[in-house]
């Protein structure tokens, strides 16, 4: 059986891996030590937050190996399968942890936003269009807003730390700009598979193969819940 693996060259999927399976764990991790700063840090939890996003990653990586996300059918599997279900674990299971009370009731709004940092994997989405693996239109839409909303995080982080008088107003129009931008992308990526379904063309289904179906299996729903939880600590202040 032929492995579904992104058609672009070995080294850059290899600086996709290694990118995509580090950062945002990193930055994720590094809240959660932050927000636990002046309690017991729990360097178990921090562990296992590790742990599950690369056994996520692993398991994402196996079903797209087998081709299963690249088939074009609506909805698309990839969303049936990893993004709505890890959105509703975020929501339904995590949010209501004890450790996340902790988290979200000392992390700063500025810790929060800067895990958006990760969002600089936009990039990915040019390179990967480089080499004519996906749409023109998902490329630029993809990938101008994720460069665009990681780019506005440090004017941002900036004022919350200075605590300039416009601050918040500036987080929540970041905020904003930030939930169109993963909205959008989603949108167009249902958009162009129903085209693609429709002329049994290959649409965006390259981002169905390995290592690039991370991106749609992990950002949607992290973004959406790192969002939600921007909103809530802007009420909160």
Not at 32 to 60: D, Q
Not at 77 to 104: E, M, N, S
Not at 156 to 176: D, E, G, P
Request: proline share 4%; charged share 15%.
């Amino acid at each position: 059986m032929d492995l579904a693996i992104t058609q672009v060259p070995v080294w850059l999927s290899i600086l996709f891996i290694i990118s995509f399976s580090t950062i945002p764990v990193f930055l994720i991790n590094q809240a959660v030590k932050f927000a636990y700063e002046n309690y017991k840090t729990s360097s178990l939890l921090r562990k296992r937050i590790v742990i599950f996003y690369w056994l996520y990653f692993g398991i994402v990586a196996v079903l797209s190996l087998t081709g299963f996300f690249m088939k074009n059918v609506l909805p698309p599997r990839i969303i049936l399968v990893t993004v709505i279900p890890l959105f509703l674990f975020y929501i339904l299971y995590v949010q209501r942890t004890k450790w996340f009370a902790i988290v979200f009731k000392h992390i700063k709004l500025e810790q929060l936003v800067f895990i958006h940092v990760f969002r600089f994997v936009g990039v990915f989405f040019f390179l990967v269009y480089f080499y004519d693996v996906i749409p023109k239109e998902f490329a630029c839409i993809g990938g101008a807003g994720d460069i665009l909303t990681a780019v506005l995080v440090f004017p941002v982080v900036r004022a919350l730390k200075k605590r300039y008088s416009y601050a918040k107003l500036v987080t929540w129009v970041w905020n904003i700009i930030g939930v169109i931008d993963i909205v959008s992308v989603l949108v167009t990526a249902i958009v162009l598979t129903k085209v693609a379904v429709q002329n049994n063309t290959e649409g965006v289904s390259q981002f169905g193969t390995f290592p690039f179906s991370w991106i749609p299996a992990f950002a949607p729903a992290t973004i959406i819940f790192l969002h939600i939880l921007v909103f809530k600590k802007l009420k909160e202040e």
